[in-house]
């Protein structure tokens, strides 16, 4: 034999022995991402779209400068947002002014930066008054789904009622479907929208149109090609109504139970902010949901707004509900269609005179962005839910100050499990920026919030850089059985987890993602 060789037994039943070569230590290559690099002993991710490589790094918190960028905008029809941390595309949805259509503006964001398409009629054409307008991504195929309220004297004659259209983004630019009818005969108002993943259906809510204030809820099941959307047959089943008059209903999904949740303050019930999960996977004859029972989660405090999240770590439901110019956190618990209200007063946060709330809960970070606003400027901060249920709280960021700040809102996000916080921990913050001379002055603004977190993925996790290498440059990565060599420190037999920050730590953090065990005090075997 020679170098590099060893001896095998022979193929077939000769029992002999023959000179074979040893294999090369496991390893691939690839191409290091645009702006990217790479050290020698980098813990490499791999990303599944395009195949490029990256490292693990740390990503620090930052808030990006404040941009105007509607300046013909009517606030008095609300408008909404959504982003796609993929795509890095942010949508939004308003009402212009003098004619209140509904419009939509499409921007790319960058950092903590964002460049905006133009607005554009939604479902094109000369365009549908904006009398109640939601978004939300479909992250299967990537398309967005509008809903309208159908404004009075349409010459439809389905004059207030629930109309959705389908749009596919391209750059900044949107294409759309024909708007098609959800509410099937209900006069309706404020309707909201999320992905339910587990059923693959964009779930609606509305109330009625009317003193009964009724709540409703239908789903639509969006087409794999085509800007197409179909509806239940009922136009939406009941959720609350009678004694329990609803406002301003919203809706997330749980991936925990996988099923929706719907949030809203009940406006006869001292305005408590009510909560009640549908039947997981569980839809009648007609295509709507079944619902469990309703929880006040405020239990007696009345609210001038209500919005709640869902904190997949800790497994609880977080509200924020604004209670004389005070913001109140509090948290419940949810198993199957079944809430548990655990604390209706988890903690006061922005206490400057605010009336206006949103929340919505981070996966990277593991906490709540929470911001607020009306007569005293606007605020951000940040909440996490400890393991014994209480709250630690954030330092408060004024984003602006000075008069009334409404109309504000933090994006629904596009990940496929339907959990709400984004994937690269941004949050695209969009506010009206009123300062008392009237509904329609100074525009619509903009900052993009960048939680601290990491760009650390249990599942595009590959190995560890075998050399240095700039970006595009061809690299090449030791992956499992390999080994990391020139390291220090190590604790020989003990099993090494990848950390935030791409070092090497004994505990594991979240995601977990384990990289080996060490040989001795230098050199690790690769073993995700």
């Known amino acids: 034999g020679s170098n590099g060789q060893f001896l095998s037994k022979q193929s077939g039943n000769t029992g002999g022995l023959t000179w074979a070569d040893v294999s090369a230590a496991p390893e691939i290559t690839g191409t290091v991402a645009s702006g990217a690099s790479l050290a020698a002993n980098d813990a490499v991710l791999i990303n599944p779209t395009d195949g490029t490589l990256k490292k693990v790094e740390a990503v620090a918190e930052a808030t990006g400068t404040v941009g105007e960028h509607i300046t013909n905008y009517f606030f008095g029809y609300p408008s909404k947002t959504a982003y796609d941390a993929a795509t890095g595309k942010i949508v939004h949805a308003f009402a212009d002014y003098p004619n209140y259509h509904a419009k939509v503006m499409v921007g790319t964001v960058s950092g903590t930066s964002i460049t905006w398409g133009s607005a554009v009629n939604i479902g094109g054409g000369s365009g549908e008054e904006a009398t109640g307008l939601s978004l939300a991504f479909h992250p299967p195929t990537g398309k967005i789904v509008f809903a309208n309220k159908r404004q009075v004297g349409h010459s439809s004659g389905s004059a207030g009622q629930g109309f959705a259209c389908v749009g596919t983004i391209s750059g900044t630019t949107i294409t759309f479907g024909s708007w098609v009818n959800f509410s099937l005969g209900n006069l309706i108002q404020e309707p909201d929208m999320c992905y339910d993943a587990k059923l693959d259906k964009m779930a609606i809510v509305y109330r009625s149109d009317d003193s009964n204030k009724t709540g409703y809820a239908t789903t639509g099941t969006v087409a794999s090609s085509g800007n197409t959307i179909t ?103 949810v198993s199957g269609h079944v809430i548990t209200v655990e604390s209706s007063n988890a903690g006061t946060i922005f206490s400057n005179n605010h009336t206006l709330c949103d929340i919505k809960y981070d996966v990277k970070s593991g906490k709540c962005l929470c911001i607020a606003g009306q007569s ?76 601290a977190s990491t760009t650390l993925d249990a599942d595009q996790f590959i190995g560890f850089s075998a050399g240095s290498y700039s970006a595009s440059a061809t690299a090449t990565v030791k992956v499992n059985f390999n080994t990391v060599t020139g390291l220090s420190g190590l604790s020989p037999t003990k099993t090494y987890y990848v950390q935030s920050n791409g070092t090497l730590g004994l505990t594991a953090v979240t995601p977990s993602v384990v990289a080996g065990k060490a040989i001795n005090s230098s050199t690790l075997l690769i073993k995700n």
């Open 376 to 451: 005293q400027g606007l605020d951000i901060a940040t909440v996490e839910v400890n393991a014994d249920d209480t709250i630690t709280q954030g330092s408060v960021t004024e984003l602006q100050s000075g008069d009334d700040r409404v109309d504000i809102n933090l994006p629904y996000g596009s990940n496929t499990d339907g959990t709400l916080g984004s994937s690269d921990g941004k949050y695209v913050i969009t506010w009206h920026d009123y300062e008392g001379s009237g509904w329609t002055s100074n525009g619509a603004k903009h900052a993009v919030k960048q939680m």
């Open 231 to 333: 509806f239940s047959s009922s136009g939406g089943n009941v959720f609350a109504g009678g004694t329990n008059r609803v406002r301003y209903p919203r809706v997330i999904y749980n991936p925990d139970t996988e099923a929706i949740i719907i949030n809203w303050p009940a406006e006869n019930d001292s305005n408590n902010g009510y909560i009640k999960s549908t039947v997981p996977g569980v839809l009648d004859s007609q295509g709507d949901y079944t619902y469990g029972s309703s929880y006040a989660l405020s239990a007696g405090n009345g609210l001038n707004s209500f919005r709640v999240t869902y904190d997949t770590k800790r497994k609880r439901i977080v509200g924020i509900g604004s209670v004389s110019g005070q913001c109140r956190l509090m948290l419940g618990s």
